[in-house]
């Protein structure tokens, strides 16, 4: 299991990238040759998600953790039932699968855009009735002054 | 290409970070929509005074346009301690025409989650002002009942006047 691993944080060593891939095919060989049981198919789970735990800590965001689990779970589990069906004998080609869901994850945790998914929120068909800023104009001068880094050196940590 | 961050909010990651926490924030609000209310009086700041931080699940119960997105934006650099890079009155005021003093305009083809899109009024002084969150929409709270995700020319209640970026 790559809980064994030793991986410094900041960084992702490729002895850590093997391991938890090693991890993640034995716990995979051992499902697929016949052993179904919870702990196997826990063992699959984890193994998929210290994988992607690399890459988090790759990446030095501790705070997308427990999105990123939500997001693998599904997938190992979508990797068991592909892999059974087709060709329980690949599980190079599943490890090369779970690596490039790992990219993408990786991709995304990249981008500058959080880019959420809105297609949920209820957009709203009315027109507002709106715009009272300018008579706030009388509460405020001219004094306002742009904030740099240098005044608050915390800011580039 | 290297990029200097003049609020030193120099890692790309850290912007994606802000970006997600100002969305959840104003999605915090949305959410809380019954309890809020509109307000232009002092009474509007009152969500940054009162520390009302949105990963306790709490909103400024009133607020305006600017001090929602302002709140919005403040609350999700709490972690950094940034000095106010929205209106520059110590995060303790401001309007839409404060708001233009700062930040970098940008084009409408590069909007990113938790920009400011503002509307109507003159360029100095925008009549109104809304955050950006991704898919063409907006959360604006600019009359009672709001918050509400809008599109982004809020159905034609006002023409855009410019988009402008604080997170950078």
Redesign the interface.
């Known amino acids: 299991m790559s809980a064994k691993t030793s991986v410094p944080i900041g960084t992702t060593s490729v002895v850590g990238w093997s391991a938890s891939a090693v991890a993640f095919g034995t716990a995979l060989v051992a499902y697929l040759t016949g052993d179904h049981s919870a702990q196997t198919v826990t063992s699959v789970e984890a193994a998929g998600v210290g994988l992607v735990m690399l890459a988090v800590t790759h ?3 501790y ?1 997308q953790v427990r999105k990123i689990e939500g997001t693998l779970l599904p997938v190992a589990k979508e990797v068991l039932g592909t892999v059974e069906k087709y060709d329980p004998g690949v599980t190079a080609q599943v490890e090369a699968f779970v690596k490039s869901e790992v990219a993408k994850v990786e991709e995304k ?11 949920d ?17 009388v ?2 001068g001219t004094a ?6 240098a ?7 | 290409m290297s990029y200097h961050s003049p609020l030193g909010f120099n890692s790309a990651h850290q912007r994606r970070a802000i970006r997600e926490k100002a969305y959840a924030a104003a999605l915090t609000a949305l959410q809380h929509k019954a309890h809020m209310s509109y307000s232009e009086g002092w009474d509007r700041w009152s969500g940054i005074a009162h520390d009302r931080r949105a990963y306790r699940h709490e909103f400024p119960e009133v607020t305006d346009c600017s001090a929602f997105y302002t709140w919005c934006v403040w609350d999700a650099t709490r972690a950094e301690k940034s000095p106010d890079f929205v209106n520059g009155l110590k995060w303790e005021g401001g309007y839409t025409g404060t708001m233009t003093k700062f930040g970098q305009r940008i084009e409408q083809k590069d909007l990113l989650t938790a920009d400011a899109v503002f509307y109507g009024g003159s360029l100095g002084i925008p009549a109104h002002v809304a955050i950006y969150i991704g898919g063409g929409k907006v959360i604006s709270h600019g009359m009672e009942g709001d918050p509400r995700v809008y599109p982004l020319n809020l159905n034609g209640a006002l023409p855009i006047t410019e988009f402008r970026r604080y997170i950078r």
């Open positions: 990446l030095g965001r705070a945790l990249t981008s500058e855009d959080p880019a959420p998914d809105v297609s929120l209820e957009v709203s068909s009315a027109t507002p009735t709106l715009g009272g800023q300018e008579a706030l104009k509460q405020y306002t002054k742009v904030p740099t880094a005044a608050h050196p915390e800011a580039n940590s």
